[in-house]
C-alpha cells in the first residue's frame, strides 16, 4: 500500500491551510507555543503524549511552512521555538477553535482525559504574577478520581514567585502555604470555565490554609474571571468610532479575551453613556472598560456600574465631578489642532483635513488619513461638554497609559498639583497599542475621595 499524500489535492485555501494545521498534534504544539512556551523539553510537558521523535518532526515541519522559526537561546545553550507573523495569525483561528470546543465538545470529556500533570502545567502558565506577594507561596494538590494510568501525578504543586511558576511532581522540601483537595474533574471544570470557583470552594473542593491566602488565591491563578480571562468593551474618543480599536481587537481576541467595541452616536453626553451602560449591562461580568481620549469620559460616568471591575484610560480624560472633556481645554495653552475644529449649523463638530494629517493622525499612512478623514464622525458640543457626576476612579481600580505626542504644545498630565508632566501622541490615539493594557501605571482608588496620585488629569487633546 503506498503511503498516504498529505496533500488534499485543491487549491482551496482551507485545504492548504488544513495541510499546515490540521496535522495530528500540530494545533496543540502550536498553542504551547503561543501561551509562552518556547523550549522544546516545555512544550512536551505540555503535550505529554507526544513521542518525542514525532514532537521534533512536527517542529520542523512547522518551521519549513514558516510558522516557527528557532532563535540561539539568550544563555547561548542550544535554541528556542517562536511564532512567525504566519504563526503569529494563527492566533484568532486558535482563539475561535478554542471557543468552539469550549461550546460544543463538553460532554465528550471523558475520565481518561482528566490529566493531573497538563492541569497543573495549564495553572501554571495562567498565574497573574502582579498580584503575587513578595516572597515564595507553595500550593499543594491533592487530586481525587484521577485515571488509574495518571496516579502517579495525584499530588503535584506549584511554587509561586514573582520571577516566574515552578512544577513541583514531587515534594519540594519547602513549608506548604495552601493545600487544596478535590475531584479532578471539578477542578478542569473551574479551569475550563464551565464552573465558577465560588460556587465550589470550601464545599467540593477543599482549602486547607489560612484565610488571607484562601482568599488570595482564585486571583492569583484567575480563577475569578471568565475562562481566566476579562470581558473588555472598547470606548472610542471624538470624531471616531469603533474601528478605530481595528488593530487591538484581534490582539485581545487571540487572548481569548471577550471584546466588545461600541458606536457611540457622539450627539450627546447622556445618550454616550447610555451606550456604554447597555453593552455593560449585556456583558459577562466582570468587565474591562477601555477609554480612549474623549471615551475616558464615558467610562469615568459610566463605570459604576455594578458589573465593571476596573477602567483603564488610553492618553484619555479622566473627569472630576462637575467637570467635563471640554473643560480641560480652559486649564492648558491651545494646541494646533483647535484651529482645525470646524461647527455646522447644528453644534456638530468636524476636524479640517489639514488638521486630521497634521496633528490628530499624524503618524497614520496617507491611506489612513484619508479614510479618517472622510469617515470622522461629527461630534456635538455637547458631547465634550457633558459633566461627570460621580467618577468611577474614585471607587474602581484605574489605569493611565499615555505617550508622546508630535505637537510643539505638550498636554499636561499629572496629579492636579501638576508635579509630572508629559506628552501625547494624537496619532496614537488613532491606532493604540495592543500591550497598552500591559503597559500602566496602577493608580488605587482612595478611600478619602481624594484624585490620587497618577490621575489624567488635563489632556489638551480630544
Not at 504574577?129 to 487530586?143: I, K, M, N, Q, Y
Request: proline letters at 6%; hydrophobic letters at 45%.
Amino acid at each position: 500500500m503506498g503511503r498516504m499524500s498529505a496533500s488534499y489535492g485543491q487549491f482551496c485555501p482551507i485545504a492548504k491551510a488544513s495541510e499546515i494545521f490540521a496535522t495530528r498534534w500540530t494545533p496543540l504544539i502550536v498553542r504551547e507555543v503561543m501561551t509562552g512556551v518556547h523550549s522544546f523539553n516545555d512544550i512536551h510537558r505540555g503535550v505529554p503524549l507526544i513521542s518525542r521523535a514525532v514532537l521534533v518532526a512536527r517542529l520542523r515541519e512547522l518551521e519549513d511552512h514558516g510558522v516557527i522559526e528557532r532563535r540561539p537561546r539568550a544563555d547561548g545553550a542550544g535554541h528556542e521555538y517562536w511564532l512567525t507573523p504566519a504563526g503569529e495569525g494563527l492566533r484568532v483561528v486558535m482563539h475561535a477553535l478554542g471557543q468552539w470546543g469550549m461550546t460544543y465538545t463538553h460532554d465528550r470529556i471523558k475520565r481518561s482525559d482528566l490529566d493531573p500533570a497538563l492541569l497543573i502545567w495549564g495553572l501554571r502558565k495562567r498565574v497573574d504574577l502582579s498580584t503575587l506577594p513578595d516572597r515564595r507561596v507553595v500550593l499543594r494538590f491533592e487530586f481525587s478520581g484521577v485515571p488509574a494510568s495518571r496516579t502517579k501525578f495525584r499530588i503535584m504543586g506549584l511554587i509561586l514567585g514573582r520571577s516566574g511558576v515552578d512544577v513541583c511532581m514531587k515534594d519540594p522540601g519547602f513549608a506548604v502555604d495552601l493545600t487544596l483537595r478535590g475531584n479532578i474533574r471539578d477542578y478542569v471544570e473551574v479551569y475550563l470555565g464551565h464552573t465558577k470557583w465560588r460556587d465550589v470552594a470550601g464545599t467540593a473542593l477543599q482549602l486547607d490554609s489560612d484565610l488571607q491566602i484562601a482568599r488570595a488565591f482564585p486571583v492569583w491563578l484567575r480563577f475569578e474571571t471568565v475562562n481566566g480571562l476579562n470581558a473588555v468593551i472598547l470606548v472610542h474618543g471624538a470624531w471616531a468610532d469603533g474601528s478605530s480599536w481595528a488593530k487591538v481587537i484581534p490582539l485581545l481576541i487571540s487572548r481569548g479575551v471577550m471584546v466588545t467595541a461600541i458606536q457611540m452616536p457622539l450627539a450627546g453626553f447622556e445618550g454616550d453613556v447610555a451606550t456604554l451602560r447597555r453593552a455593560i449591562a449585556l456583558a459577562e461580568p466582570p468587565v474591562v472598560l477601555v477609554g480612549h481620549s474623549y471615551g475616558g469620559a464615558v467610562i469615568t460616568e459610566a463605570g459604576t456600574e455594578e458589573n465593571v471591575s476596573a477602567l483603564v484610560y488610553i492618553a484619555a480624560f479622566a473627569p472630576d465631578a462637575g467637570e467635563s472633556a471640554g473643560s480641560f481645554g480652559q486649564t492648558v495653552e491651545p494646541v494646533p489642532m483647535g484651529a482645525a475644529v470646524r461647527p455646522d449649523a447644528e453644534a456638530f463638530l468636524k476636524l479640517t483635513e489639514k488638521g486630521i494629517r497634521q496633528d490628530f493622525a499624524q503618524d497614520l499612512s496617507d491611506v489612513e488619513q484619508s479614510v479618517l478623514f472622510a469617515a470622522q464622525a461629527p461630534t456635538a458640543g455637547a458631547s465634550l461638554g457633558g459633566t461627570v457626576s460621580r467618577p468611577a476612579w474614585r471607587s474602581k481600580p484605574s489605569w493611565y497609559l499615555c505617550r508622546q505626542r508630535r505637537s510643539r504644545d505638550p498636554a499636561r498630565v499629572g496629579a492636579d498639583d501638576g508635579a509630572a508632566h508629559g506628552r501625547l501622541s494624537c496619532g496614537d490615539f488613532l491606532k493604540p497599542r495592543g500591550d497598552a493594557l500591559a503597559s500602566r501605571r496602577h493608580r488605587r482608588p482612595d478611600p478619602a475621595g481624594r484624585p490620587g496620585d497618577v490621575r489624567v488629569a488635563r489632556l489638551a487633546l480630544i
